[in-house]
């Protein structure tokens, strides 16, 4: 099973607001790595794939939301390298089905509904019990891609190589901070934009999630400890919400510098280190590395949900 794809292109930004902070502006798009395995859910299931492959399991079984990115990303992935998925939805079954779940049945994932009492039971070994007996042997792979082979795949999301004194990315359960801030040189540092509200509380996850993983037997040893940071002022309001002013600046951001933003994670990036960037909160000087996490097959819902955003 290879499973490589292209690596992804990095783009320089041409901003005023850039040029005027003395900063260099990066994107690495890991949207366009692949038409629908993209963004850092592929990075998070890469391991998880080949650990079903070694251990013969045929099937996938995850966990999401009607419009979560990784029920596509899961369902598109087992279709391409040969597993069959089976998806736990979060709440009852909605028909017609959303963009999201109509792509993942496209690609031959079964999908399951849990009430939302059942639901958030999903890490328990009782509710894995009853999956497996409902199911028969199954590949579980937790929400989002969160476990250990998730942070082990997320390392090679910037590649160590490349010498950018900021990267900066969206965060939910910070899988992706923790694999990005394990793979940093010495002088590095990464920059989490929690999409929650009160996303203060990543940061004991973030410790533990660094110190299970180096106590893994999948870590090798790293040279420099991860260096990084919280910046919970960007939410807008908690998870998935969004208004005006940031579709506006998420528009005009795709207008000016020809990047799709998706209103769940990048745009509440990408809009608070364009803020950041006009309170002299970066040193001049300093080059930084935006990671486009994906996501993008999200907004079909998000406009369909919100039709009168689709308008501006
Ligand atoms: C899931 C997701 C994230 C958050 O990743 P975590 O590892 O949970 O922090 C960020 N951006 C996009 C587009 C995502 O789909």
């Known amino acids: 099973m290879s499973l490589t794809f292209l690596p992804p292109p990095i783009q320089q930004i041409n901003s005023k607001i850039a040029r005027h902070a003395g900063v260099d502006l990066y994107v690495l798009r890991l949207d366009l790595m692949h038409p629908w395995v993209n963004g850092n859910k592929w990075f998070k299931l890469k391991y998880n794939l080949l650990e079903a492959k070694e251990k013969n399991f045929t099937t996938l079984l995850t966990f999401g939301g009607a419009y979560s990115n990784h029920i596509y990303a899961t369902a598109a992935a087992g279709n391409l390298f ?22 993942a049945v496209q690609q031959g994932m079964q999908l399951v509904y849990l009430n939302r009492e059942m639901y958030r039971q999903r890490n328990t070994p009782a509710l894995k019990e009853y999956l497996q007996q409902r199911f028969g042997e199954v590949f579980i792979i937790p929400e989002g891609g969160s476990n250990l082979n998730g942070v082990r795949g997320c390392i090679e999301i910037v590649g160590s190589a490349i010498a950018f004194d900021r990267i900066c990315v969206a965060c939910g359960t910070a899988t992706t901070l923790a694999g990005i801030a394990l793979s940093l040189n010495a002088g590095q540092r990464a920059i989490a934009f929690p999409v929650l509200k009160n996303g203060a509380f990543l940061a004991q996850e973030i410790e533990s999630l660094l110190t299970n993983y180096l106590a893994s037997d999948l870590s090798t040893p790293h040279s420099s400890p991860a260096s990084w940071e919280l910046v919970c002022d960007y939410h807008f309001g908690g998870y998935a919400k969004v208004n005006d002013e940031l579709l506006m600046f998420s528009q005009q951001f795709t207008q000016e510098h020809g990047v799709p933003l998706d209103y769940v994670y990048t745009a509440k990036m990408f809009y608070g280190v364009m803020d950041l960037l006009q309170q002299g909160f970066f040193c001049r000087g300093d080059s930084l590395l935006l990671v486009h996490t994906g996501g993008l097959q999200g907004n079909a819902g998000i406009e369909e949900r919100f039709q009168r955003f689709a308008k501006i």
């Open 82 to 103: 040969g597993f069959r998925t089976i998806g736990v939805i979060r709440g009852e079954e909605r028909l017609p089905l959303n963009p999201t779940l109509s792509f």
